[in-house]
């Protein structure tokens, strides 16, 4: 089954939470719920995932009744990027927007929408799929549910890698360099670099662009340990505003990081337990 076998991930959650309670000297009756996040299409009502091109390709896993069944309380899953965006909303740089989208860049591509005050998950759970959408720029491929798509192939965290592996010959740098890496060096100078963080930074733009028009959202926070790199930001910004959209949204980076999906987690696993938090 390997370690990203569901059964594998949750014993190894049963594990780190039997840790955590050893460590806190707490009882073990003060659990009242847990909370996890998926990549890829999740059912939350059903408590499924569905699909996803990561975690050995996991196909229609029972997560939550397996974590009920194991932990003995009551549980509840999401897809990650929407947890994100619910961390960010409860106490992070979205918390006073009722309307607004996370971007999430990462090993991959995807938002999270919060909107009238709450998420927004589409009739099959898949709103926020961006990494499927087709914008100029990118060559379009069919779309392949349980595989990445377009858009993620080129400016997902992976994608960047391999683009990157396209400029070999043209810049002294490594082609093993990270996209974190990448952009930096484009700061620095490094015309390659640049050119690639201008190619990600303008096909991120025209994505936001049209999920502009159709969301009317004020707000994109950008996300993931790539989406929050400075010089993405800043690069994306400037293409954004030369797209002269008649409403221009903000653009402004997690404050949350890596903690945003542990916060939002934490504020479903309360839900689930049934404590009131306030937003």
Not at 44 to 55: C, E, K, Q, R
Not at 101 to 123: K, M, P, W
Request: with cysteine.
């Amino acid at each position: 089954m390997g370690i990203s076998g569901a059964g594998a991930i949750v014993a190894k959650i049963h594990d780190g939470l039997r840790n955590l309670l050893d460590e806190t000297s707490a009882d073990p009756e003060m659990l009242k719920g847990v909370a996890a996040g998926a990549p890829g299409v999740t059912d939350p009502d059903d408590g499924v995932v569905i699909a996803t091109s990561y975690l050995m390709g996991w196909r229609d896993v029972p997560l939550q009744r397996m974590l009920e069944d194991t932990l003995q309380v009551p549980a509840a899953i999401d897809n990650d990027v929407n947890l994100a965006a619910l961390g960010e909303s409860w106490c992070g740089i979205a918390r006073e927007a009722a309307d607004f989208a996370f971007l999430a860049i990462g090993t991959g591509l995807g938002a999270g929408l919060f909107l009238n005050g709450g998420l927004f998950r589409g009739r099959g759970w898949t709103a926020g799929e961006i990494g499927y959408m087709l914008v100029p720029g990118i060559t379009p491929q069919t779309a392949r549910p349980h595989e990445p798509g377009a858009l993620e192939s080129v400016i997902g965290g992976t994608g960047i890698c391999k683009q990157w592996q396209t400029y070999e010959g043209r810049t002294p740098l490594p082609a093993t360099l990270t996209p974190t890496e990448i952009f930096d060096h484009a700061k620095w100078g490094d015309p390659a670099a640049a050119a690639l963080l201008h190619q990600t930074s303008t096909l991120l733009a025209r994505t936001i662009y049209n999920m502009s028009l159709v969301l009317n959202v004020p707000l994109f926070v950008l996300g993931g340990s790539i989406g929050m790199h400075a010089s993405l930001h800043e690069s994306t910004e400037a293409e954004l505003a030369a797209l002269n959209l008649r409403s221009r949204p903000k653009l402004l980076r997690s404050i949350l990081g890596a903690d945003a999906q542990i916060m939002g987690a934490l504020r479903l696993a309360l839900e689930v337990a049934g404590v009131h938090t306030p937003r």
